[in-house]
């Protein structure tokens, strides 16, 4: 039987270069409002739509797979596409210039709440661009919905999680096992077909020595740490952040009280108001939303010794947070395909895309509730917990915003740039006009 191997360059119809590939990451990076669900959508329309860089099934594999690593899903795709046009070099360039856009803002922003608390101005401007994310959210649920639930058990796998999730709180990581064994053991080849297999072209030896690299490129950086700032908050920030970079799957929502409760009630080191806000800042900056620790880490480090501290704070958070991503990456990369092609854990795979789509409506349905009305209580009726918004509070401003983004996104097919820019500009004039 013949075996195929698949190389790390290869693509669904053409190779770029790297320059030109690097402009296309940065211009991502750049635009990637909106979490994971708009960032996958928007990673999606490039990348295999608009290019054809990878085909449906490379990408959808790879979501699949990222979604069972801890950590940003949607830096963790963007660094699994680079690495497959241009091996190690594209996926740093991809992942990267995935994170520094949004890491500068929130930097930038968490320095003026250090001195000057909430700024006026940039919550106005924010106003827009979070009915802009709603809208495009609702967008990425669509394409994602399209391509993922490709079978009536894929609909009720999807239905299954966000109820899971929405209404009884259950654990991310059970609905995403749950998800994998089931897909698992109905997973096999079709009747007759006899499936061509892959060979994923990487040793034992070269995997080991990738996860020993990256083991010491995230720790030994900390070691030094330790021992040049150790009465400082950096070890403490540096130990707390590489925890939470190994059980963050789900993104920042999935780990948000967990984080929470740790910073505010165990460290002290932030108020439960404050960390809501640093949620809003990474909500509404380019860059994936688990950017909050950087915000976090900055704070902290920023009031135990003022601003130079508080600049290694966030680098810190920032090294440990997404060095492990690298790491999950380039060691499990090689294997994507080759997963692909086995036929109970291409079912698993499967079976996690759609779980994935009952995730995305569930921080859609929380995201929405969250932008509309400005007052929402979680109310506990048993097992079931229920997201009530107080109707007092509904936003008018928002609605009018979402009615003009959701025109222009879906009636003009503007493109997200233009669509977030007018929307933040329109905001900004709205909350000025009635103050």
């Known amino acids: 039987m013949t075996h195929v191997t698949i190389p790390a360059n290869s693509s669904a119809a053409s190779s770029p270069t790297f320059a030109e590939a690097v402009r296309i990451w940065a211009k991502i990076g750049i635009l990637s409002f909106g979490g994971p669900t708009a960032q996958i959508a928007l990673m999606h329309r490039v990348i295999v739509d608009e290019n054809k860089w990878l085909n449906e099934n490379q990408f959808l594999n790879a979501l699949g797979f990222c979604m069972l690593l801890p950590g940003p899903e949607a830096m963790q795709l963007a660094t699994y596409s680079g690495w497959r046009l241009h091996g190690l070099k594209g996926g740093l360039a991809a992942g990267l210039l995935f994170v520094l856009p949004g890491a500068g803002v929130v930097l930038a922003l968490a320095a003026l709440y250090a001195f000057l608390g909430s700024v006026p101005f940039v919550n106005a401007l924010f106003l827009g661009i ?3 994310v709603l809208v495009i959210v609702v967008e990425a649920l669509l394409r994602v919905s399209r391509r993922a639930l490709q079978s009536m058990e894929h609909w009720i796998i999807a239905a299954l999680a966000f109820v899971g999730l929405f209404l009884f709180n259950l654990p991310f990581p059970l609905i995403v096992i749950a998800a994998a064994l089931f897909g698992f053991v109905r997973g096999t080849a079709s009747d007759g077909e006899v499936a061509e297999p892959v060979r994923h072209g990487h040793t034992f030896t070269q995997t080991l020595r990738t996860i020993i690299v990256w083991l010491g490129i995230w720790w030994v950086p900390l070691i030094l740490v330790g021992l040049v700032a150790s009465d400082s908050v950096l070890p403490q920030i540096g130990f707390f952040f590489s925890k939470l970079a190994v059980v963050t799957f789900g993104g920042a929502y999935a780990v948000l009280a967990y984080m929470a409760q740790d910073v505010v009630n165990q460290f002290g080191w932030l108020t439960a108001g404050e960390m809501m806000d640093g949620l809003g800042l990474a909500e509404t900056t380019p860059g994936p939303l688990i950017l909050v620790t950087e915000f976090v880490g900055f704070l902290a480090a920023f009031r135990d010794g003022g601003l130079a501290l508080g600049l290694a704070g966030a680098v810190v958070t920032l090294w440990v947070t997404f060095v492990p991503c690298f790491l999950w990456i ?58 009530i918004p107080d109707f007092s509070t509904l936003d008018w401003k928002i609605i009018v915003l979402s009615i003009l983004s959701a025109a222009l996104l879906f009636g003009r097919h503007w493109p997200l740039w233009k669509m977030l820019l007018v929307a933040s500009l329109t905001g900004a004039a709205l909350s000025y006009a009635v103050s």
């Not at 079912?347 to 929405?368: D, P």
């Open 130 to 132: 979070k009915a802009a």
């Open 330 to 387: 380039f060691a499990g990369a090689p294997y994507i395909d080759w997963i692909g092609a086995q036929p109970r854990l291409k079912g698993a795979l499967a079976a996690i895309t759609a779980a994935v789509v009952g995730v995305i409506l569930n921080l859609s349905v929380w995201f929405a509730l969250h932008v509309f009305f400005a007052q929402v209580s979680a109310e506990k009726f048993g097992p079931v917990t229920l997201w």
